[in-house]
């Protein structure tokens, strides 16, 4: 590859950096061609991927496919990480190095292949099980990584001695290379004296090495790696694998580990014959380079659905939220159009704009401005409201109070909800996630109450009429989700005030934090943006951030878990954000728009036992391509009703307000963050 043709690509985050090397397919080919992403192992750096031995990229490029070699952290000069788990902290850096590719370099439409060798191959599977929402991944092809729960005592043991050098070096003597590359037999002699071979025993991490040997990352890769892994694998060991002297030996070890991913909706899993760990330099490596083509030609031509309908026009890979008028279901003639219109919104976006909605201009405009001087009161007002006094989660969080995706959002609400008593002392603590609400003083804010329930009472109109015109646009009876909501139904408001953030703050990659990557849990939540900001962003099946500014006179409603679940994964509940980059708090001249404020109304569905069954047509059932989708949202629907469920929901209100959780239902909490905190060391 020479320099002229070649991007590198760098990123680069506290104690980590790595980059990549991209280069475009055959310009007439690559149109509609995904990416292919090769992360090479420990001990070689990525002319394992890029050199004039056998050089995939160029293979791939020939075929018209995008190739993006990464040189991870530690490797070709890349210095080494500042992490005692460079295996499990890289993740994040990888996926975002691999979408910057993605995005910026590459077409950015037609999806991604990882292709990782040994260490490398580790970094796929992982990518494929904590980042698959984030990146459009097709497949992944790993090769030469077999976990052990017993790894050899001495070589663990030579580790861990000259703890002041960071790497573990292998010299190329014969046993080096008969263990890394296979016995004499299968190496390709040429490889023994070209350039490239004292590449293979680039010295390696010790840290990355005895993470990856550790009893921790072995539990992991069994228990949540391998069974995460939700799309199609190739997974391929050599003949005379590191560990095993040939095939024979080999064979029982591969396959208790193939068996470990059990969540694939494809697997091929098999031994090369005839090399060594290092495959790619063995007399058999056109066999290697075969499988990996024959693989990502098959994700290529035999997923039409995902390929070239999904990544080439997958209406679910929107670039735009849709806006309906509500107009036109009130008026028989335009009324198909309009379900024919709100069928797509559910199915392929879970998004879209409502407008000459029922809410009259004066309820709306007077929620938004009791909502602001609420929002504006002191503080020690407020405080008499606060959250932490209502074991019902309702009243005022202070700014910072909320978690999302593990993260303190920065943002400051009101919690209201319609007005219930509060559940008898002996009821599940479950039953708390409804009750009484807190008001403020009348005399402090005069018309408040009656401005907040004025907005409720038709905001429920108007849920009632979706929720019917939803199941016609499914081809169901209209009263087919009525039995699921209580009478009147539960819904919660929420005002929300999203402050500029500090002019020092630092900006991470993907903005400020308002509030984290997340799917609301309800049946349908209805928006009122009720400032200029932008900041609502909502990620589409490629995984790109596509943004929802407000539109004057409209309404943004969004499909939640609940309504997902209920229709089995037809209507799709989507991941969005609110991002409070500066640039979101002023206009185009520069004017500042100061505080943003928005107002959404959360519908909730019953809490208690019911009839869960829903007749949805099966040519409506088909609708739905993705089986990560279907598969959740059936097993959701399947204990909807169940106290698993419920008990989920509460649990996750708890350890989002850790306030109310440390006054109301301290053990809960402990429980809670003690499973947080496992979480958040294996993700």
């Known amino acids: 590859m020479s320099k002229s043709d070649k991007t590198i690509i760098e990123l680069e985050k506290p104690g980590l950096k790595a980059h990549g090397i991209f280069k475009k397919g055959k310009e007439d080919l690559r149109q509609l061609k995904p990416l292919i992403v090769l992360i090479h192992g420990g001990g070689c750096n990525a002319s394992y991927f890029d050199n004039d031995f056998h050089s995939v990229p ?29 295996v499990l902290d890289s993740v994040p850096l990888y996926s975002s190095l691999i979408k910057k590719a993605y995005e910026e370099h590459s077409n950015g439409k037609h999806g991604i292949v990882l292709i990782g060798h040994s260490l490398g191959a580790v970094t796929a599977l992982s990518i494929a099980a904590f980042k698959d929402e984030e990146l459009p991944l097709l497949g992944v092809s790993a090769l030469g990584i077999i976990p052990a729960k017993d790894h050899p005592a001495g070589l663990v043991d030579m580790l861990r001695t000259d703890p002041e050098n960071p790497r573990f070096v292998v010299e190329p003597s014969p046993e080096a290379i008969e263990t890394f590359m296979g016995p004499p037999s299968v190496i390709d002699p040429e490889m023994l004296v070209h350039p490239s071979m004292p590449q293979i025993f680039e010295p390696g991490l010790k840290s990355e090495l005895l993470e990856w040997w550790g009893s921790a990352w072995y539990n992991r890769f069994v228990n949540e790696v391998a069974p995460g892994v939700r799309v199609p694998l190739q997974f391929l060991a050599a003949e005379f694998e590191l560990g095993w002297k040939g095939k024979e030996e080999g064979q029982p070890i591969f396959d208790n580990a193939a068996g470990l991913f059990t969540n694939t909706p494809k697997l091929d899993a098999r031994i090369l014959p005839g090399g060594g760990h290092n495959f790619e330099f063995s007399r058999n490596s056109s066999l290697l380079q075969r499988a990996r083509e024959d693989f990502t030609n098959d994700l290529y031509t035999a997923l039409p659905l995902q390929i070239s309908s999904s990544l080439k026009d997958d209406p679910a890979a929107f670039e735009q939220i849709p806006l309906l008028d509500f107009a036109l279901a009130n008026n028989p003639p335009t009324k198909p159009k309009f379900l024919e219109s709100l069928r797509r919104a559910v199915v392929n976006v879970g998004f879209f704009y409502i407008k000459n909605t029922p809410i009259s201009p004066a309820t709306r405009e007077t929620l938004i401005k009791k909502g602001i001087e609420i929002l504006e009161l002191p503080l020690e007002e407020k405080l008499k409201i606060e959250m ?37 002392p002996n009821e599940p603590p479950w039953h708390n996630l409804r009750g009484p609400n807190q008001w403020p003083d009348e005399s402090v804010i005069p ?91 909502i990620q589409n099946k490629n995984g790109v951030w596509v943004k929802a500014p407000p539109i004057p006179g409209t309404l943004v409603i969004n499909i939640g878990r609940s309504l997902q ?59 739905v391509k993705d089986e990560k989708v279907r598969s959740e949202a059936e097993a959701t629907f399947d204990k909807m009703f169940g106290e698993s469920v419920r008990e989920a929901v509460f649990i996750s209100r708890i350890t989002s307000y850790q306030d109310v959780g ?22």
Not at 663 to 682: C, I, S, T
Request: with cysteine; aromatic share 10%.
């Open 447 to 537: 018309g408040f109450r009656v401005a907040v329930e004025n907005y409720m009472d038709e905001i429920q109109s108007l849920a009632i009429s979706f929720s019917r015109l939803i199941a016609e646009a499914l081809d169901m009876h209209p009263n087919s989700f009525d039995k699921f909501f209580d009478t009147p139904q539960h819904n919660k408001l929420k005002l929300v005030k999203y402050p500029a953030p500090p002019p020092d703050a630092e900006i991470p990659e993907g903005g400020i934090q308002g509030v984290g990557t997340h799917k609301d849990g309800s049946f349908l939540t209805f928006l009122l943006q009720a400032t200029p900001h932008t900041g609502l962003e």
């Open 388 to 424: 932490a006094n209502s074991k019902h989660f309702l009243g005022y969080a202070r700014l910072g109070t909320e978690i999302t995706a593990l993260k303190p959002d920065y943002r400051e609400q009101f919690d209201f909800a319609t007005e219930v008593p509060a559940p008898g």
């Open 58 to 86: 160029a293979a791939f490029n020939e075929a018209g496919f995008d190739a993006l070699s990464i040189n991870r952290t530690g490797y070709a000069g890349n210095p080494i990480p500042d992490t005692p788990q460079p």
């Open 662 to 683: 440390t006054r109301w239902y301290p053990d809960l909490l402990k429980k809670a963050l003690e499973e947080q905190g496992k979480f958040r060391a294996a993700a």
């Open 565 to 623: 679940a209920l229709t089995k994964g037809v209507c799709t509940a989507t991941t969005h954000r609110v991002n409070l980059s500066p640039e979101n708090y002023v206009s185009a001249d520069g004017t500042s728009f100061g505080p943003r404020y928005s107002f959404p109304v959360f519908q909730g569905i019953k809490t208690d036992g019911t009839d869960n069954s829903l007749e949805i047509p099966q040519h409506i059932k088909d609708l």
